[in-house]
């Protein structure tokens, strides 16, 4: 048995119509940006919530590996 919840995000209201790959990318830039400014807090995890469920996990290896070698091209 699970003991998991899942839940369905709510749209972001500042894609409405858009594909999603825009949304991808910027819930990740804005989820380090909010815990660089704010620390980890919970006002911080709905963009994480966001690029979890969005964005491919490839991808998300992928900025994880330029953040940390400093090179990733966004604004975090």
């Given at each position: 048995?699970c003991?998991?919840?899942?839940?369905?995000?709510?749209?972001?209201?500042?894609?409405?119509?858009?594909?999603?790959?825009?949304?991808?990318?910027d819930?990740?830039?804005d989820f380090?940006?909010?815990?660089?400014?704010?620390?980890?807090?919970?006002d911080?995890?709905i963009?994480?919530?966001?690029?979890?469920?969005?964005?491919?996990?490839?991808?998300?290896?992928?900025?994880?590996?330029q953040?940390?070698?400093?090179?990733?091209?966004?604004?975090?």
């Amino acid at each position: 048995m699970c003991d998991q919840e899942f839940r369905t995000l709510r749209v972001d209201p500042r894609y409405p119509f858009q594909n999603q790959t825009r949304a991808c990318y910027d819930n990740y830039c804005d989820f380090y940006k909010c815990t660089r400014l704010l620390g980890e807090v919970d006002d911080c995890k709905i963009f994480k919530r966001y690029f979890e469920t969005i964005c491919p996990n490839f991808w998300i290896s992928q900025w994880d590996e330029q953040r940390e070698k400093g090179v990733f091209p966004g604004p975090i």
